[in-house]
């Protein structure tokens, strides 16, 4: 049996491979597309992201969707980040993606460069995938021994119809060597975790997720109270900033 999740090094081969060219799937599928949905759900949109091989640059991103489109789910990764638009596929970095519902493999077709569309089936319907981790700046992801980081349009699929749904987030502590010291720098609500910690966190809706970068690492914390005036009526500022443990 073929293992889905090889190294993006050695293979190539990766990529879900994209459906056979018939006059139906000639036809061009916008990214931006959102499938139709009867009703109202109150599904949450469930994430959890392990630091899978430090050395090697991986997440692993697990997504449970409760309640798939009943005509085949489609999930997408973002092309760019707000406030910086240029175009940056940030889907040539997932280099191993499956999915499964009942225990059993799902079928993915890609449609798109960054656009997965799954079999029909009924849920949860779980998605699996890896990503190549290796951009030092502050628009991608960076992981290695010494820290990692991810912004939410690099590392989290959109659920195609269903962007409104409340999200969680499952942050899994790494367990092993130096990594088992580190602490976690995000602005997204806490759900469970401890503060600076690793654990549970929740945002609103998709936009919201993908709003609050992630940090992880060994690092130092100093923060101050920004001086307000005697007849200042608004909230004392606080600023937050970390410097990393060498």
Known sequence: ???????????????????PVTSESARPVPATRTPRRS?????????????????AHLLQ???TIDEPDAEGQQVALAAWIPGSYMIREFARHVVAIEARAAGR?????????????????KGPLKLTYRVYAWDLSVRAAHV????AFFNGTSVFLRVLGQESC??????????????????????????GARKWGFGGYRAENYDALIDHPVEMG?????????????????????????????
């Open 218 to 246: 060994r690092f130092t914390l100093a923060s101050f109270e920004a001086e307000r005036s005697p007849d200042s009526r608004t909230p004392t500022c606080r600023i937050l900033t970390t410097k990393y443990v060498e």
């Open 39 to 55: 009703g109202r759900s109150t599904a949450v949109i469930r994430y959890r992201v392990t630091l899978h091989d430090l050395a």
């Open 1 to 19: 049996m073929t293992n889905a999740f090889r190294s993006p090094v050695a293979d190539a081969r990766l990529r879900t491979p994209v459906a």
């Open 144 to 147: 290695d021994t010494t820290h």
């Open 105 to 121: 493999r799902v079928a993915l077709t890609k449609l798109d460069k960054h656009t997965w569309r799954a079999a029909r089936c």
């Open 166 to 191: 409340p999200v969680s987030v499952e942050l899994a502590a790494p367990a092993d060597g130096d990594a088992a010291r580190w602490r976690v720098a995000t602005t997204l609500p806490r759900d």
């Open 61 to 63: 991103v697990e997504l």
